[in-house]
């Protein structure tokens, strides 16, 4: 769901919406991530790697908690002429090292991550600081409730990064498989679902009162459903042929259903769409054409559904 692919390897739909935009904040990353646990998914930063594309269109880990950017004041014995001083000497010997090892991405990825963060050092604090918002803007969010407060901060400091310029955000809910759901169905899915019902809701009403929502796409899912039929006797096992997704805002037309299953749930029997349609959905709604991003690698030319993918009109005409 995040690569389009099944085996490792191939870059992250948010690297390949990064490439092809580049950044509207050059003093925030372009492409943040953030998990409602210590826990992390399922094959971790693949998630949101760039595999053969360079490494700095990779997404950036928030930490979970109150303080989701580790290290970003620096000393109070350090001026910022003095750490200007340090950076400028360790770019210099960085890029000493790689002038011979131009084929490692990596390298440049890190001169260009401690440049980021020098920048961020004056913008960030301003961008994370929640404290700024109004009583009713947290409660919108769950932020006075035990059960919402964790994904609500999530998705209040997504519109507050996406309000400057952030290109992508990616949020993770039930980090560490918690939806995956093989046993007591009905007693796991509930708190999950009060988790982050509230959240979601509060996030889409809040960037349409700003006039946000027609210029930011959200899209909410996950790898595959549940099966309509039992699992040992209380759970539900995968289900990859028939599940749901929603998009809100970025152009998409609102009020209508695209699809549907059999009379079980189980397969996708009408307007069905893969993964490949879904990634060039999102990418022509963001005004990228899902075959004409490419990129050179060894001399094959890439692009991110890999020569698949139609864009599903339905989602702006109905």
């Keep these: 769901m995040s690569t389009g692919s099944v085996v490792g390897g191939r870059p992250s739909l948010g690297s390949w919406v990064v490439y092809g935009l580049g950044t509207d904040n050059e003093n925030l990353p372009s492409f943040v991530v953030m998990t409602d646990s210590d826990s992390r998914p399922f094959n971790g930063p693949r998630n949101w790697g760039t595999a053969f594309m360079p490494a700095v269109y990779q997404g950036v880990l928030f930490n979970q908690g109150k303080n989701p950017i580790s290290h970003l004041n620096p000393p109070e014995s350090v001026s910022a002429a003095r750490q200007r001083e340090k950076l400028s000497l360790l770019k210099e010997l960085n890029k000493r090292h790689a002038e011979p090892r131009s084929q490692q991405s990596e390298l440049e990825a890190r001169i260009r991550g401690y440049e980021l963060a020098f920048r961020m050092q004056a913008e960030a604090p301003n961008a994370i600081d929640l404290t700024q918002e109004t009583q009713a803007t947290r409660n919108l969010y769950g932020l006075d409730q035990k059960e919402t407060a964790v994904f609500g901060r999530n998705c209040l400091l997504s519109r507050r990064l996406v309000e400057r310029g952030v290109r992508f955000v990616q949020l993770f809910h039930g980090t560490g498989s918690k939806w995956d759901s093989h046993t007591q169905i009905e007693k796991k899915h509930p708190p999950l679902c009060k988790s982050m019902d509230l959240c979601v809701a509060g996030l889409l009403k809040d960037l349409k009162q700003r006039g946000l929502l027609e210029s930011t796409l959200v899209v909410w899912g996950g790898e595959f459903g549940r099966t309509p039929m039992s ?88």
């Design 231 to 318: 699992e040992k006797g209380d759970g539900r096992d995968h289900n990859t042929t028939g599940f749901t997704m929603w998009m809100a805002g970025g152009g998409v037309r609102g009020g209508q259903v695209i699809g549907a299953t059999d009379s079980l749930g189980l397969h996708a029997v009408e307007d069905r769409v893969h993964v490949h349609d879904l990634h060039a959905s999102i990418l022509n709604l963001m005004g990228l054409h899902h075959m004409k991003l490419t990129y050179l690698h060894h001399g094959r030319i890439e692009r991110p559904t890999e020569n698949d993918g139609r864009f599903v009109r339905q989602l702006v005409s109905g």
